[in-house]
């Protein structure tokens, strides 16, 4: 659950006697591109360029149908891969894919040593899953530039300490900065603030939003709701008698 509390910013900055109240706020999130696959790429210079499987247990009966695709590489991705995806299935859409035994103590190590990272630049770091962490750098961006620079400057760690990429989202909140860094990838950097928040998201299909699957997704269309737009333009009130407080939500 802590994991995915708030990150809330102080009012004031520790090094600054500056009210930053009505700052607007500077969230980032950080996505590990294909984070597995990826790794194994840069450990292993004879899979780079070449469709990678990155399995849990590559070796189930039979011939791993049993096991599931943890992460595609980009090279597998183009043929329709997914992460999640059965392994039998995945090696239909990709034959020529190479299968790889995941390594979850290598895997945890990266990602701890990521979080070092963040933590130079603001104290105010959420983990929100291996791959993934949310930063708060309200408060401390005027120490290093201003935010683009400070999200150039963990792409170059990155990929220079662990020979991968990653893709950031740069928006006043969680919610838009997740997005944000989906929305280029992989290798991406999104900055959304609050002036260009309708022309950067409002066009993008309702189920860009998170928290809105495939069910919802059927049930907003039937309701005439296709994009972000549709959505934020919708009744509240008919929002909340069609789905109750998540509706409100």
């Known amino acids: 659950d802590s994991a995915r509390s708030a990150v809330h910013a102080p009012e004031r900055a520790p090094h600054s006697s500056v009210d930053h ?25 004879f899979l780079r360029g070449k469709p990678v499987l990155v399995a849990a247990d590559p ?3 039979p011939k791993g149908a049993r096991s599931v695709a943890a992460t ?35 895997y945890v190590s990266i990602a701890l040593k990521l979080l070092e990272i963040l933590e130079s630049y603001t104290d105010l770091v959420e983990p929100y899953s ?38 950031i989202g740069v928006a006043p909140n969680k919610l838009v900065a997740k997005m944000a860094s989906d929305l280029e990838k992989p290798d991406g950097l ?10 950067a998201i409002w066009d993008l299909p309702v189920d860009a939003l998170i928290g809105v699957g495939r069910k919802r997704t059927l049930k907003l269309n039937l309701m005439g709701i296709f994009t972000i737009r549709d959505l934020a333009l919708y009744p509240r009130e008919n929002l909340r008698r069609a789905f109750g407080v998540i509706g409100e939500d």
């Open 72 to 106: 595609a590489s980009y090279e597998a991705r183009a043929y329709g891969v997914k992460t999640g995806m059965p392994l039998f299935q995945a090696l239909r859409l990709c034959p020529t894919a190479i299968i790889v035994e995941g390594d979850g103590r290598k």
């Open 190 to 199: 999104v900055v959304i603030d609050r002036a260009s928040l309708p022309d």
């Open 130 to 167: 291996i791959d993934e962490a949310f930063i708060d750098v309200t408060n401390t961006v005027h120490l290093f530039g201003d935010k683009v620079a400070i999200a150039r400057d963990i792409k170059r760690r990155v990929r220079e300490e662990f020979g991968i990429t990653c893709s």
């Open 59 to 61: 070796y189930g009966t």
């Open 21 to 45: 109240r009505e700052r607007e706020r500077i969230v980032m999130h950080i996505d590990m591109n294909a984070f597995f696959a990826s790794v194994e790429q840069a450990l292993r210079p």
